[in-house]
């Protein structure tokens, strides 16, 4: 039976089907091989080469192995997903993949190779609320860049050096809770030997050299890439002065920034002063927590506070509360319930 002859121009969706078969046929293969090859029926395969369906990225990132095309298959696959994806940023992320060095430098956003899932959902779920993307859109872009940690985890692991703007540890995102464990996330991969963490503090004002985002990328063969975003699209840069001028820029800049041990320590203090800012507790629903020894009920605790747990004297309730870590009051009623305090 004549397959269907195809119209790439028809849409984005037709245009992958094109790619698909051509690819297919330059290997020498027909559905059915394709279909064997990635989990699917020659039938399938059919559709998916017509556009009469839509691929998954799972099966992209097959197809290109089983056609060995690199990454052709999946850089048009980001293409079909309309706004979603900056131009210019599907290029990137294929180049990252094979980087033996990255560095990075971030304003205002803990960069994405070290988000929290927690902390990349409640960015792509306030896109969402703005229109900025759809629900479905906002869903692929954090399983891309989850696909991204991914990918940097393989062995040998490449040099990760980050430089965070002092804004990155202080912009809530997600709430305190949410914003508590980035830091710890940042804390923890800045103690693996590939990491390298250094925050460009508030005091270094106009001296910062950078005004946006920046990454570059040493690739295993020598070549050095830099890239950048404004709000409508992203800029690889691949000409070879450029790059290197940014990373000389970027060397002095880290020269500059703090050191790692100092780093870190201003990364804890963000991290308590969290849980030190002022907590409304106007109505608050205060309950008993707990007893004396003589029977007096002397703690008061108030729930409902996200990632907090104010705690009051129930003899002075006029006195001041005292606001701990979620976390840090659970661990801590927990220790009491196990008599790691003794007989209270």
Known sequence: MPETELDPS???LKAFGAQVRRLRKAAGLT?????RLTGLSDSQISNLERGTRHPTLDWVRATDIALRAGDTLELTYWSLKGTALLPGYQEYVAKERDARVIRLFELGIVPGLLQTPEYAKALEDASVARGSVTAEQGAERLRLLL???AKIGRQPAPLVHVILD???LHTQVGGIDVLSHQLDRIEELASRPNYVVQVAPFSMGALRPFMRSVSLLELGDGSLLGYTETHQRGYLENDRP???AWAREYDLFQVESLPQAASLMTI???RRGLF???VDL?????RKSSYSGNGGQCIEVADGYAGVMPVRDSKDPQGPALVFPAEAWRSFVSAVQAGEFGDV
């Open 10 to 12: 028809a849409s984005p």
């Open 31 to 35: 559905q059915i091989d394709l279909g």
């Open 147 to 149: 696909d991204r940690q």
């Open 166 to 168: 002092e804004s990155c």
């Open 242 to 244: 450029t790059a290197s």
């Open 268 to 270: 804890s203090k963000a």
């Open 276 to 278: 030190n800012m002022k």
């Open 282 to 286: 106007t109505g608050a629903p205060w």
